[in-house]
């Protein structure tokens, strides 16, 4: 699509010119022109997409129009880059030795590289100004929303939504949606008296629109309430048209005829029509599709609440309009889950075999129906859409595996299939042109690839693809951008971290199919594979790697306009191809190496001006090169889990560092068993870190200390190897840092004190992490009120720390390990209102432990590892009414057998908990496991 080709090369055009502005010169004017002609097509664009996607629209100049347009927005990219690149060497090689007149008047010379610049700026120009004056051949129109463009209805009329098949399904060929029919159906009968929302949620294919259709039609719910209605609303909808298909649906039920005029009625007066027929009526209304969050704002003032148990069901692809409806009604939101293996299975048999084997699948396609079954990932039109085309073949395995192994080509191609595909689809085309680049960027990781959110959210940034919304951190509204997706049932969680946020995220296999056609389509990235022998498009913007061979960097063409490269495989990847591909790639914005087999990093990186992303996470490298220096606008440079110990002092000069990350973990536990990085002096230069961990802190010392305090946009930091003497130092910098949320503290020994007494306050502290002796617990901890993670190791303290943490209003998760506490009794009083995990691990003194009425209420998880000298359950376990897993890790035998549950004298205190997992140490090297399940009370 040429809408984000173009608003993305307009934003970065506006971007340069207000950077650059005063060294720009007589090519700000140029600048300007190819601004002035992007802004007049821009309002076009959706116009001009949906006519160039529809299928049935025989013109091929518009496509033709959308694909030069979207090549030319490329090209100004790249010219911006070069001459980024042009302005900064020149005026870098002169500063300090001529003024500000006098690198203009160098500059007025026109060099060789500046003269083909300005020859290419025309030439854009040029075709600019051309495609602008042809868009009036096509007859293309304005449009002035915000978001993309509405569901395409092409100019020959062939176009045909695949949604309605949904509204005809029969009854035997529903499967899997018993427990959500009987759970809308129980939310529409019974309940509150107010009206009710009740929102059906899911992402495309789901099978919502069934569902729905489903709960309309069962009599039962019919007979409950006085009208019905099943409405069809979808992205492109008018309320007056709505409102007329509801009083159609009203008096068409009872047989009358409809009231005089409706047809031309404005919507106040259909509105208040519809109002005043449902005032004393219980009715349900459902309405099926729903993409826009103010859908809401009018239809409920056609729906009264008239306190008799009226409903309105709504199924929508975005839990934001679910949520939207909250304001002035009560909502119930149920979340359509991907179909179970088993409830899978059942519906691929209905359909593939539906005419042969009795609906059974034959034993020889057994094992590549499961495969193609697990391709589909419990998505039920996936699932009916594939199953009814393999109907059709011959059941052979050589036809099943034929169709596995170029399912991406069927897709694209075969006229079964057709239907899914614009069905997923439909929830791009509705995206924001912002979001659309996002979710195009999980096409680039491998099938069933889980992403980390933060390694995500960095390449965004770096990409440009968020948008700077003044005081907000690029991070956070990065961060927006990610939940925004996940709401509109596009990206699935896969791990959520303690606090509720997610951890990693992914796509659904068939959608990112979906994603990899259209990055090929928008030349947005090329997926090079093991025996893949074409040569690149010169166009193509990324690279993912998924080969083992390191040959692919060195195919890459002089002046390469890729502008990000991905290693998903541990290739082989020598110094020489590395110097190579340095030296072609100097667009090169996001360099992601992570895990590949490299041993060295070439000084020639400092070549690759424009690179705002370095990953190295698990490669073998031991050292950076000090040309390092060079990438000013370098935002992330991941070094974990690498061999780097020592950086280069240039990388002091990075002024655009947002994130660096560097430590090496040993298997080893210990608290030297995470080594950090050594740092040169003047880190106080990297004024944009938000991120710094870890930090050996005896290598700079108390310079690092003093250092430490300009940083005052940190928002994590780690510190490695504190000494007692650095306490008060440490304090004073750590009060400067107004933006700190996570912060490690680890001593240089397990017996070295850490003085942080003297801090008076950090915030906006939501992770507080210390290893090292304590003299006591500092006293601004207990004021912490964001703190939601807390741990202590080698602490020593003498003092029952839980009195003084008891009332943190947000704590979440509390360890106490190796030594933290050394006293005998640990108390729980009434408290911790929110702690959900809590580990108790290396206590060697604790004999017992108690737990008050009122103690954590809401804790899910507790972790018991070594405490030799608990010989039972703690007192008042059994109260911990929502506990649902409990780990007990080389406990003593004399507990082990307290909570036997034949004959264990404490097993009655952990029959609420719904598994208990034991492991017992019988020998060296020798444990036995064991793991309790209590079913889960209903």
């Known amino acids: 699509m040429a809408e984000t080709a173009v608003l993305f090369a307009l934003e970065q055009l506006l971007q340069f010119l207000h950077e650059k502005a005063t060294i720009l010169g007589g090519v700000h004017t140029e600048f300007v022109d190819i601004k002035n002609e992007l802004e007049m097509i821009q309002v076009f664009l959706k116009d001009a997409d949906r006519r160039a996607a529809d299928e049935g629209n025989l013109n091929d100049g518009i496509k033709i129009w959308v694909r030069q347009l979207r090549e030319l927005s490329f090209r100004i990219e790249d010219v911006i880059a070069e001459y980024d690149i042009y302005m900064t060497r020149e005026t870098d090689h002169h500063v300090g030795c001529i003024g500000p007149l006098q690198k203009v008047l160098h500059l007025i010379k026109m060099p060789v590289p500046l003269l083909?610049?300005?020859?290419?700026?025309?030439?854009?120009?040029?075709?600019?100004?051309?495609?602008?004056?042809?868009?009036e051949e096509y007859k293309l129109q304005p449009s002035n929303e915000n978001g993309s463009s509405n569901t395409p209805v092409n100019q020959s009329g062939k176009w045909h939504d695949p949604r309605l098949v949904s509204l005809f399904i029969e009854e035997a060929e529903v499967v899997g949606f018993e427990k959500p029919s009987e759970q809308l159906i129980g939310w529409l009968m019974n309940g509150a008296t107010t009206r009710t929302v009740i929102s059906v949620v899911g992402m495309g294919g789901l099978g919502k629109t069934t569902l729905a259709k489903k709960v309309f039609d069962n009599q039962e719910t019919k007979g409950y309430f006085d009208c019905c209605a099943f409405i069809i609303v979808s992205q492109s909808y008018s309320i007056d048209a709505l409102l007329r298909n509801m009083l159609t649906n009203f008096f068409e039920e009872t047989n009358k005829p409809l009231?005089?005029?409706?047809?031309?009625?404005?919507?106040?007066?259909?509105?208040?029509?519809?109002?005043?027929?449902?005032?004393?009526?219980?009715?349900?209304?459902?309405?099926?599709?729903?993409?826009?969050?103010?859908?809401?704002?009018?239809?409920?003032?056609?729906?009264?609440?008239?306190?008799?148990?009226?409903?309105?069901?709504?199924?929508?692809?975005?839990?934001?309009?679910?949520?939207?409806?909250?304001?002035?009604?009560?909502?119930q939101v149920h979340k359509l889950h991907h179909l179970p293996p088993d409830k899978a299975w059942e519906l691929f048999c209905k359909k593939a075999f539906q005419l042969d084997f009795n609906g059974n699948c034959p034993s020889e396609l057994e094992d590549m129906s499961n495969e193609i079954v697990q391709k589909c990932e419990g998505l039920p039109l996936a699932?009916?859409?594939?199953?009814?085309?393999?109907?059709?073949?011959?059941?052979?395995?050589?036809?099943?595996?034929?169709?596995?192994?170029?399912?991406?080509?069927?897709?694209?191609?075969?006229?079964?299939?057709?239907?899914?595909?614009?069905?997923?689809?439909?929830?791009?085309?509705?995206?924001?042109?912002?979001?659309?680049?996002?979710?195009?960027?999980?096409?680039?990781?491998?099938?069933?690839?889980?992403?980390?959110?933060?390694?995500?959210?960095?390449?965004?940034?770096?990409?440009?693809?968020?948008?700077?919304?003044?005081?907000?951190?690029?991070?956070?509204?990065?961060?927006?951008?990610?939940?925004?997706?996940?709401?509109?049932?596009?990206?699935?969680?896969?791990?959520?971290?303690?606090?509720?946020?997610?951890?990693?995220?992914?796509?659904?296999?068939?959608?990112?199919?979906?994603?990899?056609?259209?990055?090929?389509?928008?030349?947005?990235?090329?997926?090079?594979?093991?025996?893949?022998?074409?040569?690149?498009?010169?166009?193509?913007?990324?690279l993912a790697i998924a080969t083992t061979s390191g040959d692919v960097l060195r195919s890459i063409g002089q002046n390469s306009s890729v502008r990000s490269v991905y290693m998903f495989e541990a290739g082989e990847l020598s110094p020489k191809s590395l110097k190579s591909f340095f030296a072609k790639s100097k667009l090169l914005k996001v360099l992601d190496l992570e895990g590949a087999s490299l041993s060295c990093v070439p000084n020639d990186l400092g070549n690759i001006f424009h690179l705002r992303y370095l990953n190295l996470r698990k490669a073998n490298v031991k050292d950076i090169?000090?040309?390092?220096?060079?990438?000013?606008?370098?935002?992330?440079?991941?070094?974990?889990?690498?061999?780097?110990?020592?950086?280069?002092?240039?990388?002091?000069?990075?002024?655009?560092?947002?994130?660096?990350?560097?430590?090496?973990?040993?298997?080893?536990?210990?608290?030297?068993?995470?080594?950090?990085?050594?740092l040169k002096e003047n880190i106080g230069n990297l004024t944009s870190l938000q991120k710094l961990y870890h930090v050996e802190a005896d290598h700079g010392g108390l310079d690092l200390m003093k250092e430490l305090r300009k940083l005052r946009q940190l928002r994590k930091l780690g510190l490695k190897k504190v000494?007692?003497?650095?306490?008060?130092?440490?304090?004073?910098?750590?009060?400067?840092?107004?933006?700190?949320?996570?912060?490690?503290?680890?001593?240089?020994t397990e017996d070295e004190i850490i003085d942080l007494q003297f801090i008076s306050s950090l915030r906006k502290l939501r992770q507080l992490h210390l290893f090292g002796r304590l003299e006591k617990l500092p006293i601004w901890v207990s004021r912490l009120e964001d703190l939601v993670r807390l741990s202590m190791h080698y602490s020593k303290l003498k003092d029952d720390p839980l009195k003084s943490l008891k009332d943190l209003p947000n704590l979440l998760r509390l360890s106490f390990s190796m030594e933290s506490y050394v006293g005998e009794v640990l108390h729980f009083e009434a408290g911790f209102q929110k702690l959900k995990n809590l580990y108790l691990m290396n206590l060697s003194k604790v004999n017992s432990i108690a737990i008050g009425n009122g103690a954590l209420p809401t804790i899910e998880q507790i972790n018991m590892t070594r405490l030799i000298q608990l010989k039972e359950m703690p007192s008042g376990f059994h109260m911990l009414e929502n506990l649902k897993t409990l780990y007990l890790t080389d406990m003593s035998h004399e507990f082990n057998q307290s909570i036997d549950p034949n004959d264990g004298t404490m097993y009655w205190a952990i029959q609420h908990v719904q598994t208990v997992s034991t492991r017992e140490k019988v020998g060296p090297n020798k444990y036995k496991y064991h793991t309790i399940r209590h079913p889960k009370e209903i």
Not at 723 to 736: A, I, M, P, V, Y
């Open 259 to 331: 009231p005089p005029g409706i047809n031309t009625m404005n919507k106040m007066s259909l509105i208040t029509i519809v109002r005043e027929y449902l005032q004393d009526k219980r009715y349900v209304i459902f309405f099926d599709d729903v993409w826009k969050e103010d859908f809401w704002e009018e239809i409920k003032l056609a729906t009264p609440d008239n306190n008799i148990g009226s409903r309105i069901v709504i199924t929508t692809r975005n839990l934001a309009v679910a949520n939207y409806c909250k304001k002035d009604s009560h909502v």
């Open 723 to 748: 000494r007692s003497e650095f306490g008060n130092t440490l304090c004073d910098s750590l009060k400067e840092m107004n933006f700190l949320e996570t912060l490690y503290i680890t001593a240089i």
């Open 116 to 135: 083909r610049l300005s020859g290419e700026i025309q030439d854009i120009k040029s075709l600019l100004s051309g495609l602008n004056k042809r868009k």
């Open 383 to 542: 699932i009916v859409a594939i199953g009814g085309l393999l109907s059709t073949k011959d059941k052979t395995v050589f036809e099943w595996r034929k169709l596995c192994q170029n399912l991406s080509f069927e897709l694209e191609r075969n006229p079964h299939l057709t239907s899914l595909t614009r069905i997923l689809c439909l929830s791009y085309d509705d995206l924001p042109y912002y979001l659309k680049s996002c979710i195009l960027y999980f096409g680039i990781y491998p099938e069933d690839y889980s992403i980390r959110c933060k390694r995500l959210i960095r390449q965004w940034i770096a990409e440009g693809f968020v948008i700077n919304e003044g005081k907000k951190a690029l991070e956070e509204v990065a961060e927006e951008y990610l939940l925004e997706l996940i709401r509109r049932s596009l990206v699935q969680v896969s791990i959520v971290n303690y606090d509720g946020k997610a951890l990693s995220c992914r796509i659904h296999d068939l959608l990112r199919e979906t994603m990899i056609r259209k990055m090929k389509d928008l030349s947005f990235c090329r997926v090079v594979y093991e025996d893949d022998q074409t040569t690149y498009d010169v166009k193509t913007r990324r």
């Open 625 to 678: 090169p000090e040309s390092i220096g060079k990438l000013q606008n370098l935002e992330t440079l991941d070094l974990r889990e690498t061999l780097v110990h020592d950086l280069p002092s240039e990388i002091n000069k990075l002024k655009k560092l947002r994130h660096l990350l560097v430590y090496h973990r040993d298997i080893v536990y210990s608290i030297n068993g995470e080594t950090g990085v050594r």
